[in-house]
C-alpha cells in the first residue's frame, strides 16, 4: 500500500476524458457513504476570478475561527493543494489513505457497470471524503467545469452559490454565448441556497442567472461597485474601501478589489445565515488572502518578473489593465505559452499594444499545447495589424525563454509570463534555478 501512488492513479489518462453527468460521482459518493452531506458549502462556479475569490472567502472564515476546506482546480505548484484544510495542502500520507478507499469503490463501479470514474470525479469524491474526515465546518469548493453537471454540483444546497465574472470558454461544452454558459454555470443554484453573482457584462447572462434563481425561489445580490474604492499600491500592498469600510489585499492585480468585493457580499451572505464573523477577521481575511499566479510578483528583479494565469481573453484584458496600473512606465517583454484550444489570438491582441518584445514557447501541456514557432507567427501577424513591431522570439524550453525575456527586458524593465496556468510551476522553478 505504500508503494499506491495516488497521483498516478488519479491523473491515469484512461480516467481523463471528460464525461458529463453526474451519475458516476453520486454512485461513487453514495458508496463511500455520502460524505458531502456532513459538510456545509460555498459553492463557486463562474468562467473568471473563481479561484481567489473562493481563497479571499476561505481565509475570512477561517480567521473567524472556522475550520475551512478549499477545493480548487487546476493546481499551480503541487497537486496537494487542490484539497486543502485550514489553509494547509493534503499530506501526502492522507491522499494516500483516501484515495485507496476511493478507489476500492471506483473500480468495483468499473466491474459492474463497465464505467470507471473520470480523473475529475475521482478528485472530487477524494476532496469531499477528507473533508469529512476532518470535520470541516465549511468547505469552499470550486466547480470545475460549468456548473451544472461538474461533479461538484452533487451537493444538496450550499449556504451560498457564488457566480464569479461569465466569459466565453470551453464554448464547445457550455454554449457560444454568455447567456447560454451563465444558464449552465447559474445550475449551481438550488433552492434554500442564498446567491450572490458579479454583475454580468450581460449579452444574456444577467437573465440567465436571475432566472435560475426565481425558480429557486431565492433573490440575487449583486456587489455594488459604484461603492467600490481602489486606491494605488502601496508597499506590495493594493488598498480599497467598499461600502465605506477599507481594506487591503496583496493580490495586486486591478480587478482583485472587485474579486474582493464580490467575496464580501457572499461573506456578508454566510452571515445573515448566522454564521459569526467579525469585522476584524474579514479585514484581516483579505489582507492575508494569498493566490498564485493572478498578477504575482515572483522576482521583483532585475529585472521584476510578473507570472499570470491568465488564459482567455477576459484574463487578457485584466492582465492589461494590471500592468498599465502597475508599470506604465516600464518596457515590458511577453514571455508567453498557451494551449491551442484558446482564443489566443483575441488575447494577443489585447496585451499587444503594451509589449515591446516577445519570447514564444510551447506549454508543457503537450497534448494541447500550441507550438512556439506558431504562436509567434501568431503574435508577429497579430502585432502588424495593428501597426506594431515588436521583437517576436521562440525559445526551445523554459528556461532558455525564460533567460532571453530577461536578457531582453534589461534591469529597468518587466518580464510578464502568461498564457497558460500549466507553465506556471515550471516558471518559477526556473527562477529558483
Known amino acids: 500500500m505504500n508503494e499506491f501512488d495516488p497521483i498516478a492513479y488519479i491523473n491515469e489518462p484512461r480516467w481523463q476524458q471528460s464525461r458529463y453527468g453526474l451519475e458516476r460521482t453520486e454512485e461513487l459518493l453514495n458508496r463511500l457513504g455520502r460524505p458531502q452531506d456532513r459538510l456545509k458549502f460555498v459553492h463557486v462556479a463562474g468562467t473568471n476570478g473563481k479561484g481567489s475569490t473562493c481563497s479571499f472567502i476561505e481565509s475570512t472564515l477561517r480567521k473567524a475561527g472556522y475550520k475551512t476546506g478549499l477545493f480548487t482546480s487546476p493546481y499551480i505548484i503541487t497537486f496537494e493543494e487542490r484539497?486543502?484544510?485550514?489553509?494547509?495542502?493534503?499530506?501526502?500520507?492522507?491522499?494516500?489513505?483516501?484515495?485507496?478507499?476511493?478507489?476500492?469503490?471506483?473500480?468495483?463501479?468499473?466491474?459492474?457497470?463497465?464505467?470507471?470514474?473520470?480523473?475529475?470525479?475521482?478528485?472530487?469524491?477524494?476532496?469531499?471524503?477528507?473533508?469529512?474526515?476532518?470535520?470541516?465546518?465549511?468547505?469552499?469548493?470550486?466547480?470545475?467545469?460549468?456548473?451544472?453537471?461538474?461533479?461538484?454540483?452533487?451537493?444538496?444546497?450550499?449556504?451560498?452559490?457564488?457566480?464569479?465574472?461569465?466569459?466565453?470558454?470551453?464554448?464547445?461544452?457550455?454554449?457560444?454565448?454568455?447567456?447560454?454558459?451563465?444558464?449552465?454555470?447559474?445550475?449551481?443554484?438550488?433552492?434554500?441556497?442564498?446567491?450572490?453573482?458579479?454583475?454580468?457584462?450581460?449579452?444574456?447572462?444577467?437573465?440567465?442567472?436571475?432566472?435560475?434563481?426565481?425558480?429557486?425561489?431565492?433573490?440575487?445580490?449583486?456587489?455594488?461597485?459604484?461603492?467600490?474604492?481602489?486606491?494605488p499600491i502601496h508597499n506590495v500592498m493594493r488598498p480599497f474601501n467598499y461600502k465605506g469600510i477599507s481594506y487591503t489585499t496583496r493580490l495586486l492585480g486591478s480587478y482583485q478589489p472587485s474579486n474582493a468585493a464580490l467575496a464580501l457580499e457572499a461573506i456578508f451572505a454566510l452571515r445573515d445565515r448566522g454564521w459569526s464573523i467579525s469585522d476584524e477577521a474579514i479585514e484581516q481575511g483579505i489582507a492575508d488572502t494569498s493566490w498564485p499566479a493572478r498578477f504575482e510578483v515572483v522576482s521583483s528583479g532585475p529585472p521584476a518578473v510578473v507570472v499570470d494565469g491568465g488564459h482567455n481573453p477576459q484574463g487578457a484584458v485584466a492582465l492589461a489593465e494590471s500592468l498599465e496600473d502597475a508599470f506604465a512606465d516600464k518596457r515590458i517583454v511577453f514571455l508567453m505559452s498557451v494551449l491551442a484550444d484558446k482564443d489566443y489570438r483575441t488575447m494577443i491582441r489585447t496585451v499587444a499594444p503594451l509589449g515591446d518584445a516577445w519570447v514564444c514557447v510551447t506549454s508543457p501541456n503537450v497534448l494541447r499545447a500550441l507550438s512556439g514557432d506558431d504562436l509567434a507567427q501568431a503574435v508577429a501577424e497579430e502585432a502588424q495589424a495593428l501597426g506594431l513591431d515588436p521583437e517576436v522570439r521562440v525559445a526551445p524550453d523554459f528556461s532558455a525563454a525564460m533567460a532571453l525575456a530577461m536578457e531582453l527586458a534589461g534591469d529597468d524593465g518587466i518580464v510578464c509570463a502568461w498564457g497558460s496556468l500549466y507553465s506556471v510551476s515550471l516558471l518559477k522553478d526556473v527562477l529558483e534555478a
Do not use: Y
Open 83 to 231: 484539497i486543502r484544510v485550514n489553509g494547509e495542502n493534503i499530506s501526502l500520507d492522507d491522499l494516500r489513505d483516501v484515495t485507496l478507499a476511493v478507489r476500492e469503490h471506483a473500480e468495483a463501479m468499473a466491474a459492474e457497470t463497465g464505467e470507471h470514474p473520470t480523473e475529475f470525479e475521482l478528485m472530487t469524491a477524494v476532496a469531499f471524503e477528507h473533508f469529512a474526515r476532518c470535520n470541516c465546518d465549511i468547505v469552499i469548493a470550486e466547480v470545475g467545469l460549468g456548473g451544472r453537471l461538474d461533479s461538484t454540483n452533487i451537493i444538496d444546497a450550499p449556504e451560498v452559490c457564488v457566480i464569479t465574472r461569465i466569459g466565453l470558454d470551453h464554448t464547445e461544452l457550455l454554449g457560444d454565448t454568455q447567456a447560454a454558459i451563465a444558464a449552465e454555470k447559474a445550475g449551481i443554484i438550488k433552492p434554500g441556497a442564498s446567491v450572490v453573482s458579479w454583475p454580468q457584462d450581460d449579452e444574456g447572462a444577467t437573465e440567465s442567472i436571475k432566472q435560475a434563481a426565481e425558480a429557486a425561489g431565492t433573490e440575487v445580490v449583486v456587489p455594488d461597485f459604484s461603492q467600490l474604492e481602489v486606491n
